[in-house]
């Protein structure tokens, strides 16, 4: 890091510098001086945040290494950092850069130490994905939190700010600095494939008041959060991640629906926005995606919101924005448009030279450049990098994962089931009555970190409770075959429990329900992921929402099974018919209790 002498010696570029990123802020100087030395180069560099592969930053797994020099052309982090120079770098579990959280911290000072023994080094801004829920980065021995629907469920602005509180302390520990959440998506479209149970609600308000929460207690951690993804991902049918969504929305309808949350994060002060790649024609008839968009970036986003944080794009290697232009030119266009971090370009190196190409070439100006490089160093100054850049080496132990984290999480997802169907009532089980439990159903993939199988860790769950229960796990689409194997052994129980994940009307899932039930044993149906599973499952006496299947949450739905805990959630989104979609059949604040 620069001494005190050096920042202050290069004061006579401060002036000059202050008078780009925007409205002056009283955090400046330091940021500003730091800025008056850098090269194009550097500049460039600190407008990405990059991926590399392994679990640490000199010594990576020789699987990582090949990974690295395939799609980076370098071997290591560190390799990475002295090539490009890059201002952030994205971990993920694929990546294998989250192992456990002691060795993400290494990782984290190793990342860190590469950067400032470059000429002029600078602090790396450390991100991540971790929502919670079915989107997570880093998983166990770390704190895992129902995610945002089942906290919409749950109503409760106190425990989504408990939420980033608690997220925001572990993530800072391992080195993580920013994180890419809330989703601010108002979720409106039942067939959205990409944000779902991501998002919050179908309610405005409801999401906009969550949102602001969240980030508040991200900000109580000293974690830069991140509202996502502007203008709103919540009206489509297509996953931006393999097509180009279309939101047909008026800009009227956009006001309404999509606007509330992501004014009321900046109203909370939220330190960066996410784009998203989708196509809003009402609000930039052009045919570009938001991403590129500078009618929607610059003129409604800065403008007329009147957001100065940093603007990150969604990865640039998603179809939704690569549909129209090259990889060359997209961060090109990015920047143009007002965005101020180019997040996992496909190719680094095409894309950090296209940018200086469009410097040297005039389609940029370096002017340009340190409008938005102002904003990213006064974020690492106010998450306090520039003046200490590395983890506290006694602080994971100490802060990641500890009891009173584990049982907050715990509580969290107590108050976030909803009971949507319990006819006669069937519910609560009683391990007297109904000792003999069979728990089948889907086990999707679990989410990071988590024991997983679903069926195994509900089962568990179950027995810690009194019961005897055993798991069969059918899968997503059961065979003719398996469906009879789970018939039989459903004969053999006092009651079964049967675990679903985006039923169809087609569905095999649906088939099996219908057959477990037409045995006269009595059948709870555990939705583990969307709420409007319940539509397709008419058969079922009783029906629970979960909204994901993390540990919290599971162990929840045992307990409320049991009749140990009451149900308290109400549903964030409303629920149609299956046979008539414009009709509702379960409407949002839907919730039954004992």
């Known amino acids: ?94 990546a294998h850069n989250t192992r456990d959280p002691r060795q993400i911290a290494e990782l984290s000072d190793g990342i860190q130490r590469a950067s400032l023994e470059q000429p002029r080094g600078l602090p790396v801004l450390i991100s991540t994905d971790q929502e919670h829920g079915v989107v997570c980065r880093i998983g166990r021995p770390a704190t895992l939190f129902p995610g945002a629907m089942a906290l919409g469920a749950g109503g409760s602005g106190r425990d989504a700010r408990t939420l980033g509180r608690i997220a925001g302390r572990e993530l800072r520990a391992t080195g993580v600095r920013q994180n890419y959440s809330p989703v601010a998506d108002v979720n409106v479209n039942p067939a959205n494939p990409v944000i779902g149970v991501r998002s919050f609600g179908a309610d405005p308000e409801a999401v906009a008041a969550l949102v602001a929460e969240e980030i508040r207690g991200y900000q109580a951690a000293g974690v ?38 992501f004014r009321a994060a900046i109203a ?11 196509l809003v024609p009402a609000l930039d008839a052009s045919g570009d995606p938001a991403t590129l968009s500078r009618p929607i970036l610059t003129g409604i986003l800065r403008e007329d919101l009147g957001y100065d ?27 143009r448009a007002g965005v101020d971090q180019l997040l996992d370009p496909p190719d680094l190196a095409v894309a950090r030279n296209a940018v200086l190409r469009a410097v040297r070439d005039g389609e940029l100006t370096e ?70 439990l069979l728990v089948v159903g889907a086990d999707p993939a679990s989410p990071s970190g988590t024991t997983g199988p679903p ?22 689409d059961p065979s003719a075959e398996t469906i009879a194997r789970a018939v039989a052994a459903a004969g053999e129980a006092d009651a079964v429990v049967v ?40 058969s079922v006496r009783a029906c629970l ?23 308290q959630g109400r549903l964030p989104v409303p629920v149609q018919r299956a046979d008539d979609p414009a009709r509702v059949l379960y409407p949002v604040g839907h919730g039954l209790t004992y």
Request: aromatic share 4%.
């Open 309 to 335: 944080g940093v603007v990150v794009t969604d990865a640039l290697g998603m179809a939704g924005v690569r549909t129209k232009y090259g990889d060359e030119r997209v961060p090109v266009l990015a920047l």
């Open 1 to 94: 890091m620069p001494s005190r002498r050096t920042v202050l010696a290069a004061g006579a570029g401060v002036t000059a510098a202050l008078a780009v990123g925007g409205a002056a802020h009283a955090d400046d100087a330091r940021p500003a001086a730091l800025l008056s030395r850098m090269t194009l180069e550097e500049k460039v560099g600190q407008l990405f945040v990059a991926r590399v592969y392994g679990h640490s930053a000199t010594a990576p797994d020789q699987a990582d290494v090949d990974a690295n020099l395939k799609e980076l052309g370098v071997r290591t982090a560190a390799e990475l950092i002295a090539r490009h120079r890059p201002g952030g770098v994205i971990y993920f579990a694929w």
């Open 499 to 538: 675990t679903t994940c985006n039923v169809t009307a087609a569905s095999a899932q649906r088939t099996l329900v219908d057959r477990l039930t037409a045995t006269g044993r009595p059948v709870v149906a555990v939705a583990l992921r969307n709420p409007y599973d319940v539509a397709q499952l008419p």
């Open 268 to 278: 909370a002060g939220v330190d960066s926005i996410m784009t998203g790649h989708l």
């Open 455 to 476: 069926t195994g860790v509900l089962a568990a769950a179950l027995s810690g409770l009194g019961f005897s229960a055993s798991a069969l796990p059918t899968g997503t």
């Open 545 to 567: 929402a979960t909204y994901s299947w993390s540990d919290p949450e599971l162990r929840a739905a045992a307990r409320v099974i049991a009749g140990t805990v009451r149900p």
């Open 367 to 436: 002017e340009r450049l340190d409008t938005s490089v102002l904003r990213i160093l006064r974020l690492k100054e106010k998450l306090g990098l520039l003046a200490e850049p590395y983890t506290d080496p006694s602080a994971v132990g100490r802060v990641v994962g500890r009891p009173e984290h584990l049982a907050e999480a715990e509580r969290i997802a107590e108050r976030t089931t909803t009971l949507l169907v319990d006819e006669g009532p069937l519910l609560p089980l009683s391990p007297h009555a109904h000792r003999r």
């Open 224 to 261: 830069a959060a991140t509202a996502k993804h502007f203008p709103g991902h919540g009206d489509t049918a297509v996953d931006s991640h393999t097509g180009f969504p279309v939101i047909t929305h008026t800009r009227a309808e956009w006001e309404r629906l999509d606007a509330a949350p």
